[in-house]
T-cell receptor
Framework: NAGVTQTPKFRVLKTGQSMTLLCAQDMNHEYMYWYRQDPGMGLRLIHYSVGEGTTAKGEVPDGYNVSRLKKQNFLLGLESAAPSQTSVYFC?????????????FGPGTRLTVL | SQQGEEDPQALSIQEGENATMNCSYKTSINNLQWYRQNSGRGLVHLILIRSNEREKHSGRLRVTLDTSKKSSSLLITASRAADTASYFCATTPGGYSTLTFGKGTMLLVSP
């Protein structure tokens, strides 16, 4: 059981470039989340999904798009990267059937936009 | 906006001492959770306390919740160097499937 995995681990982009971050989970969780974490800050929710084919906006969705074509994968896209998107991105998942709101996190992707 | 606010922002103690971190939140909640983040890693769930509970224990962890004051505390007893990490509280507002995190307390435990 790998849990939640994220690829890539590190990436450097130039302003205006695009990229996709991949999150995969093998726990058959319904819900998946993308967060960003900036220095001295907690995690802020970008987008989330409560099931295959569904997505919803979080606290800071601007500049990002997401897709949940398969239950186990949740993709985060940056169409035109900006320096303000330099951050560490975390994916998480949870199962509503567990009866708790506990989320399981991936190791993170460190993104730098020059 | 961030729901929870941890206090203190940073805490430095010696091994064997107890560490106490506090969290305040703004709106009513279903439950409150505490997570740990080691440097450069993802968050790991530590403990969850429901809104109808006042205290909960798990190993060296003790969590209290005071819904009238909208606050929680996390106590780590007999701290070890391996407890060095950032600790975040997270809340679930009623009816939502998302978590709202505080900014965290950075704990340093020196040998």
């Amino acid at each position: 059981n790998a849990g939640v995995t994220q690829t890539p681990k590190f990436r450097v982009l130039k302003t205006g470039q695009s990229m996709t971050l991949l999150c995969a989970q093998d726990m058959n969780h319904e819900y998946m989340y993308w967060y960003r974490q900036d220095p001295g800050m907690g995690l802020r929710l970008i987008h989330y999904s409560v099931g295959e084919g569904t997505t919803a906006k979080g606290e800071v969705p601007d500049g990002y798009n997401v897709s949940r074509l398969k239950k186990q994968n949740f993709l985060l896209g940056l169409e035109s990267a900006a320096p303000s998107q330099t951050s560490v991105y975390f994916c998480a998942s949870r199962s509503p059937a567990s009866g708790t709101d506990t989320q399981y996190f991936g190791p993170g992707t460190r993104l730098t936009v020059l | 906006s961030q729901q929870g606010e941890e206090d203190p922002q940073a805490l430095s103690i010696q091994e064997g001492e107890n560490a106490t971190m506090n969290c305040s939140y703004k709106t009513s909640i279903n439950n409150l959770q505490w997570y740990r983040q080691n440097s450069g890693r993802g968050l790991v769930h530590l403990i969850l306390i429901r809104s109808n509970e006042r205290e909960k224990h798990s190993g060296r962890l003790r969590v209290t919740l005071d819904t009238s004051k909208k606050s929680s505390s996390l106590l780590i007893t007999a701290s070890r160097a391996a407890d060095t990490a950032s600790y975040f509280c997270a809340t679930t507002p009623g009816g939502y499937s998302t978590l709202t995190f505080g900014k965290g307390t950075m704990l340093l435990v020196s040998p």
